[in-house]
């Protein structure tokens, strides 16, 4: 993942938040994932795709997305779907809350620097 | 074979068949959904595919992470499974010693996470956050038990001190990936937050300028 940021670690600590959150509104496959997050950050993270399917393997693993998948209506290979679960949905707004608490509180230094 | 196969292949080595199978598929439709998108948008067929491919990334680093979060091929395993049995029939409990671990574990916290996931939350191992701190002139050290952050002319900022809000003690995870000593059931790495850090800093007073 890269972004206009400098730091890694940073970055890096944002991309299951973004992952699960970009699977929000309804099911959407790799391709689709890295570009509605460049959209909607308006290209502020942009995943090295090698970074994005061993996450979203990941997230599989752990329960918090389940996969499909269906034909492509573009005549290609079979598009593999992710969708969250409930426990994903759990979690995201878990991480939620946890992105606003730390926004929160880094929020002082920022204003006053 | 084609430059993509190879690519293909590449970018899946080491994992076990039927997980390599479906993660070639994967990566197939999306290098093919992408060659379409560019040439749809007038790049000719072959840039394309060769665009579509650098986009992936280097083959041999998909394969590494993807090999991470699945099982490895047999091969790999019967090896390893073998540097474990070599392992276990060395005298463990001799050599464990329960004093050195109590002083190496004293001042750190444990956390059911897993190495991985630790990282993908953005912890660094406390080498690597004294990389990046040491240009700001701040120690990261522990002392009397307990590890702090020091800087001349402020005083010391303890991680995980009483009342702390944000900020907490390095951790070591408990999760199968976390790297140990040869021959010492002991974590190698502890793992903290910069932006904990930060709020170490903060919370001891340190004027902060971000």
Known sequence: MQGSLSDGNLLRGTLDFLLLASLKDEPLYGLRIIQDVQARTQGHFNFKEGTLYPALHRLEKRGLIQAERQPSDSGGPPRKYYELTEVGRTELARQREEQRAHIAALRPYLEFA | ?210
């Open chain 2, 1 to 210: 074979m084609t430059g993509e196969e190879r690519f293909l292949n590449s970018a899946t080595r080491g994992l076990i068949k039927n997980a390599r199978l479906a993660a070639q598929a994967e990566l197939r439709s999306h290098l093919h959904e992408r060659v379409q998108q560019l040439v749809l948008a007038g790049e000719p067929e072959e840039g394309a595919r060769v665009q579509a491919i650098r986009e992936l990334g280097p083959a041999p680093i998909i394969a590494r992470s993807l090999r991470r979060g699945e099982h490895v091929h047999p091969a790999l395993s019967a090896l390893a499974l073998t540097g474990l049995a070599a392992l276990l029939l060395l005298p463990l409990p001799t050599l464990f010693s329960a004093q050195f671990a109590e002083q190496w574990l004293a001042g750190v916290g444990a956390t059911t996470a897993t190495v991985a996931e630790l990282r993908a939350y953005g912890a660094v191992t406390l080498p690597e956050a004294r990389r990046q701190l040491r240009p700001l002139e701040i120690g990261l050290i522990r002392k009397d038990g307990r590890y702090v952050l020091t800087h001349a002319g402020l005083p010391n900022a303890e991680l995980g001190g009483q009342g702390a809000g944000f900020c907490s003690s390095p951790t070591y995870s408990q999760g199968q990936d976390t790297p140990t000593f040869p021959l010492l059931p002991l974590p190698r790495h502890f793992y903290i937050s910069m932006p904990e850090l930060l709020s170490c800093a903060a919370e001891s007073g340190w004027p902060l300028d971000i």
